[in-house]
């Protein structure tokens, strides 16, 4: 069975400062994408960065990148240099099969709160 | 902006009532999924909408229905609510080319009294 396990309720960052939100998966299918999404309590996901597992570089967006480890099943993200508008929920998410993110498996996310 | 837009925002009904609620998506987006996201947790998938046809579901029983139509529309439609129904209700779609990003919209806020 497929999982998605975030482990941290919350996290406080200050401003300016790097953050590292974790997140570990379980699946034995070998093809699989991970992806995060930014939750504000307007309630809008907003796709943030997908990194597939045939992928040999992390994916990088901007502020956002990837740490993926294979072996271990980790696909953590590290947001830098932080801003205010950073604040809300992060959702890590999965897809299985080569035909992409028809439906995504999430956990059950982490809340950031940026510290000026 | 994603170009996903959701209707209604909010709306409140009572325990063995009927909903539905709409989603509209950009043009050219041919899959559409429906998630439900009770508070406090991440988004569970409902079902899939491809070319007008159902072809994915979650673990939601019979009374979670859809549609999907022509014009990139789709609906949401809960019978005999139940209040564990309470909960945001996210559309989301993609071109059926693309691997990655799914579009969400702000989503439909469902309480069920």
């Not at chain 1, 300016?16 to 379980?26: F, P, R």
């Amino acid at each position: 069975a497929q999982k998605i396990t975030q482990t941290q309720p919350g996290m406080f960052v200050q401003e300016k400062e790097a953050v590292t939100l974790d997140c570990t998966y379980d699946t034995s299918d070998p093809s699989y994408g991970l992806f995060w999404y930014k939750q504000p309590s307007s309630g809008e996901m907003i796709f943030l960065i997908y990194q597939g597992s045939y992928d040999q570089q992390n994916a990088t967006e901007g502020r956002y990148s990837l740490n993926f480890q294979k072996a271990r099943k980790s696909a953590n993200l590290v947001i830098s240099a932080s801003q205010l508008g950073d604040s809300a929920m992060y959702f890590c998410a999965m897809s299985f099969g080569r035909t992409g993110a028809n439906n995504l498996f999430f956990g059950t996310g982490t809340r950031l709160t940026v510290i000026p | 902006e994603t170009g996903v837009t959701q209707s209604p925002t909010h709306l409140i009904k009572t325990r063995g009532q009927q909903v539905t609620l709409r989603c509209s998506s950009q043009s050219g987006h041919n899959t559409v999924s429906w998630y439900q996201q009770a508070l406090g947790q991440g988004p569970q998938f409902i079902f899939q909408y491809y070319r007008e046809e159902e072809n994915g579901r979650g673990n939601f029983p019979p009374r979670f229905s859809g549609l999907q139509f022509p014009n990139y529309s789709s609906e949401l439609n809960v019978n005999a609510l139940e209040l564990d129904d309470s909960a945001l209700y996210l559309c989301a779609s993609k071109p059926l080319d693309n691997t990655g990003e799914l579009f969400f919209g702000e989503g439909s806020r469902l309480t069920v009294l």
